[in-house]
Each structure stands twice: as structure tokens, then as C-alpha cells.
């Protein structure tokens, strides 16, 4: 997936209260005999089930197909998801992270994550933000009377901030996986921006 410094991500959000919302909803199993890693493919498979009926057709009353919630992220549209608690339950398929970066979102806000594919996350450069259980409902109902409700996240402070209310909380990250977005890195990149370090370590 594409690598890219991460900052503050201010945008609007797709809301997708979906409690123990597992991989196999985020990207169904038969994707994952597929070898490409075009994100535009994986994108397309995100959440495919529930957006698409047998015949293909997308089904009118999921979220992601409502008009005001229908256009993929770009230009800062949407590049943030409210999911419901205990997000990306179920196998650890990488590929779900893959669907959620190759769709174009930024950000999955939570009161939970799945511990696995938090990480998963992390590694395709996307930011799993935990928040309290009332503070998630605050940004449901925000987004329920306002569909152009405003969120930023503030990686270089660890806070999220819902902007029609002006609240925020603070969120924890792992100071290597905040290093590693903030710069760009991949776990590769990361060592070999360290390698004269590594280098002189085991001479000595």
C-alpha cells in the first residue's frame, strides 16, 4: 500500500456502527486466493457483501451506498471510518487492512479493535484510533444529524477531535508505529534508515 507521511488527518467520516464487524465482512474469503496487491482491487472488495447484492447490485440502504456517504475518499472525503466496537474481529486475514488502505480511509476510529488486525492496520499505514465507548456514540449521533460532521486527528498529539461538538480525547499509539507513520517507514525501511546503527552495535 501506498507509503505516506502522516500528520493530522481532518475529514469527514463514513459511520459504520457495526458491532464485532469481523474480516469476513471487511473483504469476504475469496479474495484472498488473489496474488495482485493493486489497492484499487482490494478497495473494490471492501466490505462487498454488505454493499452488493447476489447480482452485483449495490444494496440501497448500506451505509457506503447512501448518497451522502457514497464517494470513495478522495481530496479528504471520507478518509475516516466510525466503526462499532470490537472492529476487525475474526481471522487475520492482512487483506482486510489491505481493502480498508486500498479503499483510500486513513483512519478507523473505535472503542476496540481486534488485536491483530490493529497491527495489520498500522502496517498499511492506516491509523487505528481508540476512543471510550461515549465518546464513539458522540461521533455516531454527530454524523447521524450532520453527514458533513468534521473529525481530526491529530497523530503528533494523540487526539481526536469531533468538531461539531469541539470535544477530544487523547488515544495511545506504540512510539515505534508513531515514528514509523509520522516518517513514512515501512518495519524494512525502518532498519535500513538504521543501519549504520545496527552495523556499529554488532562490531562492537
Known sequence: ???????????????????????????????????????????????HDLRYDANDKPIADFVMNKPEFSAAPSEGIHEIIVGGKNWGSGSSREHAAWAIAGYGVRVVISSSFADIHRNNLLNCFVLPVIVTPEFQAELFESIDKDPQTVVTVDLPNQTVTNEATGHSERFEINGYKKYCLENALDDIDFLLENQDKIVAWEQK
Not at 502522516?6 to 475529514?11: A, K, L
Open 1 to 47: 500500500m501506498a507509503k505516506q507521511k502522516f500528520n493530522i488527518v481532518r475529514s469527514t467520516c463514513i459511520p459504520i456502527a457495526i458491532d464485532n464487524n469481523n474480516t469476513d465482512n471487511i473483504i469476504p474469503a475469496r479474495y484472498l486466493a488473489f496474488t495482485t496487491r493493486d489497492p484499487k482491487f482490494y478497495g473494490d472488495a471492501f466490505m
